[in-house]
């Protein structure tokens, strides 16, 4: 099969790793994600990872309840790291040799994020998962996925949702909200969007790093992205 991006960094919401649960990790999804990512890596794509924390904290959730803003993030950094681990696992369960490497140093349960360090296990074939955001409290794991996407100069940011695309509206709630199949980074912004905030797609804009949307619930869609198909909704420079 034709690969068209060699290296990729995959963005997923820690909201979808709760399946239909209502909090925490569903393991049959995280069995489907690492099976859906050892697909690709036996293709020989690179494959790094930013995985959020929803499913256990989110950051502003806790400030907008009276707690420090600063406190809430960091927690919900380490919260990234608890869902990195659980990914781990998942992977090398499949076989799929992985490195957690963290922003905020934890040598005892994974790697610190060394940026060279990290593209050389992705040169060796494993995946990489990018734990605990930026390490800095008010920036999102979208900032931090486009900044690790940069930093390894991946050829494309995937980010998996659990809906077909960019819509117009929201799709969940109305029935006849339209995809779109591209978008400007000016346009998300203009538009306010909000597939990513808006220092993700400003920092994805000025280094021009494509970003594709698509939906992580359909089997073999990280696969038709990385072999160049259309899928999705695909925000650019142009």
Same mark, same amino acid.
């Given at each position: 099969?034709?690969?068209?991006?060699?290296?990729?960094?995959?963005?997923?919401?820690?909201?979808?790793?709760?399946?239909?649960?209502?909090?925490?990790?569903?393991?049959?999804?995280?069995?489907?994600?690492?099976?859906?990512?050892?697909?690709?890596?036996?293709?020989?794509?690179?494959?790094?990872?930013?995985?959020?924390?929803?499913?256990?904290?989110?950051?502003?959730?806790?400030?907008?309840?009276?707690?420090?803003?600063?406190? /809430?993030?960091?927690? !919900?950094?380490?919260?990234?790291?608890?869902? &990195?681990?659980?990914?781990?696992? =998942? @992977? $090398?369960?499949?076989?799929?040799?992985?490195?957690?490497?963290?922003?905020?140093?934890?040598?005892?349960?994974?790697?610190?994020?060394?940026?060279?360090?990290?593209?050389?296990?992705?040169?060796?074939?494993?995946?990489?998962?990018? /734990?605990?955001?930026? !390490?800095?409290?008010?920036?999102?794991?979208? &900032?931090?996925?486009?900044?690790? =996407? @940069? $930093?390894?100069?991946?050829?494309?940011?995937?980010?998996?949702?659990?809906?077909?695309?960019?819509?117009?509206?929201?799709?969940?709630?109305?029935?006849?909200?339209?995809?779109?199949?591209?978008?400007?980074?000016?346009?998300?912004?203009?538009?306010?969007?909000?597939?990513?905030?808006?220092?993700?797609?400003?920092?994805?804009?000025?280094?021009?790093?494509?970003?594709?949307?698509?939906?992580?619930?359909?089997?073999?869609?990280?696969?038709?992205?990385?072999?160049?198909?259309?899928?999705?909704?695909?925000?650019?420079?142009?």
């Amino acid at each position: 099969m034709h690969i068209e991006y060699k290296r990729v960094l995959l963005k997923l919401s820690g909201e979808a790793l709760m399946g239909d649960d209502s909090y925490g990790i569903n393991t049959d999804v995280i069995a489907y994600v690492a099976k859906e990512i050892k697909e690709i890596i036996d293709l020989g794509v690179q494959p790094g990872l930013v995985i959020g924390a929803g499913n256990i904290f989110r950051g502003v959730a806790g400030a907008s309840k009276g707690m420090d803003r600063a406190t /809430a993030d960091n927690m !919900g950094m380490l919260a990234t790291v608890m869902n &990195s681990l659980a990914l781990q696992d =998942a @992977l $090398e369960r499949v076989g799929v040799d992985t490195r957690v490497m963290s922003a905020i140093p934890m040598q005892s349960v994974c790697e610190p994020y060394i940026r060279r360090k990290a593209t050389r296990h992705l040169e060796k074939g494993r995946a990489v998962i990018f /734990a605990a955001g930026t !390490g800095n409290p008010y920036f999102t794991t979208d &900032s931090a996925g486009v900044l690790r =996407a @940069l $930093e390894i100069n991946a050829d494309i940011i995937i980010k998996a949702t659990k809906v077909d695309g960019v819509f117009d509206k929201d799709p969940v709630v109305h029935q006849g909200a339209i995809r779109y199949e591209k978008l400007t980074f000016d346009e998300v912004l203009i538009k306010d969007l909000r597939v990513m905030d808006a220092t993700a797609i400003a920092l994805a804009k000025g280094d021009k790093k494509t970003i594709l949307v698509l939906n992580m619930n359909t089997p073999g869609n990280i696969l038709k992205a990385v072999s160049g198909q259309s899928i999705g909704t695909i925000i650019s420079a142009e």
